[in-house]
């Protein structure tokens, strides 16, 4: 399968604490993108990392990528409420066709309590 | 700028009837155009892509069906539904021909078939 599969499953913090999560792929990649998912809503495209690339910011997230062990983390530094949700990696792979077709992992839900 | 929009939001519908679902673009011209299910809790499986208009490929066999009639228009249907196509089906497009493939989604339509 060419999907990636995020870790942990759920994770629950406190406000102000950071939260990371993890993506792993099987196969190489063009770019890994983070998407973000409020329960019962549409997902919401966070952030692109192209494959050489090793870091990016974007405001309080923070996406490292090494391809040399096919992963990826996501960092939400100084979490809020708000940032409850399931986010999402997504990879463009290779030799994949101009359709555009990601693969998606099984989310990390992620509760950050007040 | 580009919207995407999805309906209904929610529907309960019984076992065997039909079903049809609407996603429409705007603001965007060409492009690539895909179906999503999501169960319960569970990552995203493709259902159906589109890069044209009566251009649609399918991911898994399944009692649905898509097609595209306009540009921008994308309709998921079936004849008769089952209990197994219940979940949270999601619209999505990404720019034709682009270096990386964001994707946007649409709100989602809940179904729930009894």
């Known amino acids: 399968s060419q999907q990636g599969e995020e870790d942990p499953q759920a994770l629950s913090i406190q406000e102000g604490e950071n939260a990371t999560m993890n993506c792993s792929y099987k196969t190489s990649i063009n770019n890994l993108q983070w998407y973000r998912q409020n329960s019962g809503r549409g997902l919401v495209h966070l952030i692109l990392?192209?494959?050489?690339?090793r870091e990016k910011h974007s405001g309080r997230l923070r996406v490292t990528l090494d391809t040399s062990k096919k992963s990826s983390s996501l960092l939400i530094t100084a979490s809020r409420a708000a940032d409850t949700a399931s986010y999402f990696c997504a990879t463009d792979p290779v030799g994949g066709s101009t359709l555009g077709r990601l693969y998606f992992g099984r989310g990390t839900q992620l509760t950050v309590w007040p | 700028s580009q919207t995407i929009h999805q309906w209904p939001a929610t529907l309960v519908q019984p076992v065997g009837s039909p079903l049809s679902l609407e996603c429409t673009v705007e603001g965007t011209s060409n492009p690539n155009l895909y179906w999503y299910r999501q169960a319960a809790g569970r990552g995203l499986q493709l259902l159906f892509y589109s890069i044209g208009i009566d251009q649609i490929s399918s991911e898994v066999p399944q009692n649905l069906s898509a097609s595209r009639p306009q540009d921008r228009q994308f309709i998921l249907s079936s004849k008769k539904l089952l209990l197994s196509d219940s979940g949270f089906y999601l619209c999505?497009?990404?720019?034709?021909?682009?270096?990386?493939?964001?994707?946007?989604f649409g709100p989602g339509t809940r179904l729930t078939v009894t």
């Open positions: 999505a497009w990404s720019q034709r021909g682009g270096i990386s493939y964001e994707q946007y």
């Open positions: 990392i192209r494959s050489n690339e």
